[in-house]
Nanobody, 125 residues
Framework: QVQLVESGGGLVQAGGSLRLTCAAS????????MGWFRRAPGKEREFVAG????????KYTDSVQGRFTISRDNAKNMLYLQMSSLKPEDTAVYYC??????????????????WGQGTQVTVSS
């Protein structure tokens, strides 16, 4: 069993930056892959970024490539999402997830067993 808690969301102007964190507890050794998903108002939840256990593999959705950076600190059981050059289109509730699958399915919501409660990111024009 793994518990995940996100933090770091807030209100920023377009072009600004935020760093999201996800604190994991429980049987964290089972989380081979971790990732960030987001859900904008009235839309489906979508994949944002994912990372394998060692950090040697990362994956980003095209719309955030070059602007967002995912990382993890296994010693601290922490996952991060550094967001830069934020756009109003990035406004959403951001969720962290963990799963035991491989990187082949890292973009798929079904691959994640554990989810945090979400943190709101709002980017103003």
């Amino acid at each position: 069993q793994v518990q995940l808690v996100e933090s770091g969301g807030g209100l920023v102007q377009a072009g600004g930056s935020l760093r999201l964190t996800c604190a994991a507890s429980g049987h964290t050794f089972s989380t081979n892959v971790m990732g960030w998903f987001r859900r904008a108002p009235g839309k489906e939840r979508e994949f944002v970024a994912g990372i394998n256990r060692s950090g040697s593999f990362t994956k980003y959705t095209d719309s955030v490539q070059g602007r967002f950076t995912i990382s993890r600190d296994n010693a601290k059981n922490m996952l991060y999402l550094q967001m830069s050059s934020l756009k109003p289109e990035d406004t959403a509730v951001y969720y962290c997830g963990g799963g035991a699958g491989s990187v082949a399915v890292i973009t798929e919501e079904y691959a994640y067993f554990y989810w945090g409660q979400g943190t709101q990111v709002t980017v103003s024009s």
